[in-house]
């Protein structure tokens, strides 16, 4: 039987995200982007002519995203009664305030909602290799985070970064910042390092984005996965289904 394709919004989508994801998935037979929202498109209605959302925005624009999904999650499918119109929603902005990630976490308790700072699959690795480092080397190395974006990226550190943090954080048992250095310069996609520096020596874990598919791949594969799933708050690691760091972002 033939697989019907799954019908994408995309918001942000005359962004540097927005671009890679329509070229990308006008190469996937399974997605099709039906509606493109960008700054001052209305996304209440397009929203309930979509399987799945897609956002690669702003932070500011979580505040209309999550009503619209709410309402959207609310109302039955032109298609069939007993399923809702929007079957999930992928955040792949980043740099949410504390309050637009507590909006985010409430409205997960009504809408399947993947979201990850980063949906490379090197990424995921690196952040089960960060923990699992973490733990073998000892509170006597001490730990840095590098990352390096384009001059472009509004937010610093990158979500990335404070994912990282966030998982030393978790892995040490300690509540003190992680030190994280932020470099904007030319046109690199992200690259991300973790530094663990010993008496006498040092471990260094890199990961280095050269393309910008690698996001589009891993948030079309998530735009997939999260359809039909319970109303929850999911990471890229669920999407995976990786068992290492759990508990951390
Ligand atoms: P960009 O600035 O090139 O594009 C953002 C787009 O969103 C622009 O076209 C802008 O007009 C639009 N926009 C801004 N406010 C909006 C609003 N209220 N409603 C609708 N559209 C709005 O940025 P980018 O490089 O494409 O990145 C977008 C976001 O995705 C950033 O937060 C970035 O950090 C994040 N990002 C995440 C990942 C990941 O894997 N999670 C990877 C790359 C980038």
Known sequence: MKKSRVRVLLIGAAGRMGKTIVDFASRAPNIEIVAQCDLGDAIEPAMKNCDVAIDFSHADAIEQICRAALLATASPSSGGQDRPALGGLVIGTTGHSPAQQELIKKTAQSVPIVFA???????????????????????????????????????????????????????????????TRSIREGDVVGEHTVVF?????????????????????????????????????????????????????
């Open 117 to 179: 700072s980063n949906f490379s699959i090197g990424v995921n690795a690196l952040f089960a290799l960060t923990h699992n480092a973490a733990e073998i080397l000892s509170d006597e190395f001490g730990i840095e985070i590098i990352e390096t974006h384009h001059r472009m990226k509004k937010d610093a550190p990158s979500g990335t970064a404070k994912t990282l943090a966030e998982i030393l954080k978790k892995a040490r048992k300690i509540d003190k910042e992680i030190p």
């Open 197 to 249: 520096t010993g008496p006498g020596e040092r471990v260094e874990l890199t990961h280095r984005a050269s393309s910008r598919e690698i996001f589009a791949r891993g948030a079309l594969r998530a735009a997939q996965w999260v359809i039909g799933k319970r109303a929850g708050l999911y990471t890229m690691r669920d999407v995976l289904g990786l068992r290492i760091c759990s508990g951390a972002l």
